[in-house]
């Protein structure tokens, strides 16, 4: 069974850069994808981005295409997502989750979460 942690969340202000990374143990990361989501209070689940190493593809959300971008370090057992030009609308928990294979995981295997809050 896979676990993960979030890490790198904060504040800031609109128009900063984090990177949130996910470090993920008790499995190959070779066999999995990852995907990141988000969750603001009152709102729904969105899917932000996933990767797959089974099938190199790579997935994102048209509202965060090209400021957000997702990477893995196998070695590192690690995914990052690094967040470019941050938004107000960008707040919320942001969680990664793991499935085997291919995207979208379902989010049954997921971490606890890194809260995100951007300032106007």
């Known amino acids: 069974q896979a676990q993960l942690v979030e890490s790198g969340g904060g504040l800031v202000q609109s128009g900063d850069s984090l990177t949130l990374s996910c470090a993920v143990s008790g499995v190959t990361l070779d066999d999995y994808a990852i995907g990141w989501f988000r969750q603001a209070p009152g709102k729904e689940r969105e899917e932000v981005s996933c990767?797959?190493?089974?099938?190199?593809?790579?997935h994102y959300a048209p509202s965060v295409k090209g400021r957000f971008t997702i990477s893995r370090d196998n070695a590192k057992n690690t995914v990052y997502l690094q967040m470019n030009n941050l938004k107000p609308e960008d707040t919320a928990l942001y969680y990664c989750a793991a499935e085997q294979w291919y995207c979208w995981p379902t989010g049954h295997v997921r971490g606890q979460g890194t809260q995100v809050t951007v300032s106007s």
């Open positions: 990767h797959s190493h089974s099938d190199k593809s790579t």
